[in-house]
């Protein structure tokens, strides 16, 4: 829907800008766009879970996507849950978002005491 993609092109804004698509859940250059960011990941992660518990694994699509339509024609525009489909969790991907900030940070983490081992 337009609200959906209006969002979207935000957070492409704000990507350009900060090189990077972790917008705090309460930015302070656009609260809207926090919050939609963090709803994103939370219908992400709500459904994995349910995937899970059927014992399914969601796997993000690598079919292209249009950039600015999202329209694929073997990709669903059922939306698997709240306003997110098979199209939206590609576009997102394909920018460069990240499903899970604990799972980045931890990844980051792991980084830094690697380093540390090996440099001091």
């Known amino acids: 829907d337009d609200q959906w993609d209006r969002m979207f092109v935000l957070l492409q804004e704000y990507k350009a800008k900060y090189?990077?698509?972790?917008?705090?859940k309460r930015c302070k250059e656009n609260s809207k766009l926090?919050?939609?960011v963090d709803t994103q990941r939370v219908q992400f992660k709500k459904l994995k879970k349910r995937l899970e518990a059927e014992g399914k694994e969601y796997?993000?699509?690598?079919?292209?996507?249009h950039p600015f339509s999202g329209k694929r024609s073997s990709l669903s525009p059922k939306p698997l849950i709240g306003r997110l489909t098979d199209a939206r969790i590609a576009r997102l991907h394909q920018l460069g978002f990240v499903w899970s900030?604990?799972?980045?940070?931890?990844?980051?983490?792991d980084e830094l005491k690697a380093y540390q081992a090996k440099h001091g």
């Open 19 to 24: 090189g990077n698509c972790m917008v705090p």
């Open 101 to 109: 900030v604990r799972d980045d940070w931890q990844k980051h983490y």
């Open 34 to 36: 926090g919050t939609w």
């Open 59 to 65: 796997v993000i699509p690598t079919v292209p996507v």
